[in-house]
DNA sequence: AATATAACGAGAAAAATATCACGATAGGTG
DNA sequence: CACCTATCGTGATATTTTTCTCGTTATATT
């Protein structure tokens, strides 16, 4: 039998990706409204597309004005829930771990570490900021007691799964990824990856595609 | 006049993102020849998919064998030219600047930081790993001596801009940006950025879909 | 108050991307 | 050696996403 009844709008995976460049210029500008073709401008895309995917909001804007920035920037905060505080914990003590700890711009997202973890007796005891490095054993004990709901793996990619599976077992339903490796997860938990190597990629993509480009176009100029 | 001739084969943005996950699945696998249906199913594709954005590659499968690893990942290594050796610099001596020094998969993928650079005096002069910390004032110098072709920006979100100023000033034409902020840059600079803002925002979205899953299912079970 | 215009929303058209369907072939099996 | 089947490559089809077009409306101007 074919579900009836409300289907739950579901925005297309490349509006998503924009929705969530459109919120960082929203929290980065001073202006009061901005119009479709200003934010396309900032971001190198095209007005039409700007108000279509604003069309996935309630949001309105208004003709000769443009879009309530405050009014916006809170709409994207809701749908990606920025206002509920999300409490989390961190694997891995490591340098990585440290300037994730030290990142000041999660309490403005509502994340918030509760404690950190790593396997390494030397580091066990010791502070980063105001966390004491906790050892493995405490996991499932400080999970369960923050009603944890995200693990943070910045661990060598080597033992990356094997976290994994430890923060699962405790009951963990959300990972966000800074090793690079792929997570084998059961389906009911999500994995964000955070893959340095990725984006690598992505960085000598763009010097291979402009070394072609210079070795086509010979000594001549472009422009 | 219009360009006649052979116009590179240019492949399409979705395609080349999953590219770069078949290329981290070529690294880590430890079989021989992999099928487009074992590929699909590793990273939740269908095999179709796969066998589609393979034809972008001159490599080619066997019926009955799949594809060779070891000539794939090697393909896949020229198109995005990992095997050539690029030289960085790195500006930002923070922790996550420390962590990105650190971080030893640079040298698989031909990225060499060259030299690190931070405007505070307590910075500078210290080590990070093999790297002493340099001041600004040497930035030119050492990006043409050393012919650095990229910047890695760490710094915190109100000095990037001004960073990536001088970076491009001194010639760079590349900008991996780590800070949670979007630069303007000249069209001839392309950035790659690598804001931990917006994959908070994935996270953060699915958490808020899952909520509101829940809310819809009451206490049903699911599947 | 009438007019002009900047900017919007939304449906239609076009382009890009993903899926399907199927014929071809390499290698295994009897 | 002939057949079977897993797996490929590719052209056809379906779906998704982007772009275009145009009618509408809020504000400013005369």
Redesign the interface.
């Known amino acids: 039998m074919l579900q009836e009844g409300k289907e739950?709008i579901v925005i297309p995976k490349p509006t998503?990706e924009r929705l969530?460049?459109y919120?960082?210029?929203l929290v980065?500008t001073d202006q009061k409204h901005i119009s479709s073709e200003e934010i396309a401008k900032?971001?190198g895309l095209n007005a039409e597309q700007v108000r279509k995917d604003l069309t996935f909001l309630k949001t309105m804007g208004k003709p000769k004005v443009g879009y309530h920035v405050e009014t916006l920037r809170q709409e994207l905060d809701e749908?990606?829930?920025?206002k509920?505080t999300?409490k989390v914990i961190l694997v891995g003590a490591?340098?990585?771990g440290?300037?994730l700890v030290?990142?000041p711009?999660?309490g403005n997202?509502?994340?918030e570490i509760v404690a950190v973890f790593d396997n390494d007796p030397e580091k066990i005891g010791t502070y980063i900021k105001d966390l004491v490095v906790l050892s493995m054993d405490n996991l499932c004990r400080v999970v369960k007691r923050f009603k944890v709901?995200?693990g943070i793996i910045c661990v060598p990619k080597d033992s990356a799964q094997q976290v994994a599976d430890q923060l699962i077992s405790c009951g963990i339903?959300?990972i966000?990824n800074f090793a690079?490796?792929?997570l084998n997860v059961p389906?009911?938990v999500?994995v964000?990856d955070?893959?340095?190597?990725?984006?690598?990629?992505?960085?000598?993509?763009?010097?291979?595609l402009?070394?072609?480009k210079i070795e086509?176009n010979g000594e001549r100029r472009e422009e």
């Open positions: 739950p998503l969530k460049l919120h960082r210029l980065e900032s971001l749908l990606f829930g920025v509920n999300t490591g340098h990585l440290k300037a030290n990142y711009g999660f997202y509502g994340i709901e995200i339903k959300g966000w690079p490796t792929r389906n009911d999500f964000v955070e893959d340095i190597t990725q984006s690598l990629l992505t960085v000598k993509h763009f010097l291979e402009r070394k072609q086509r």
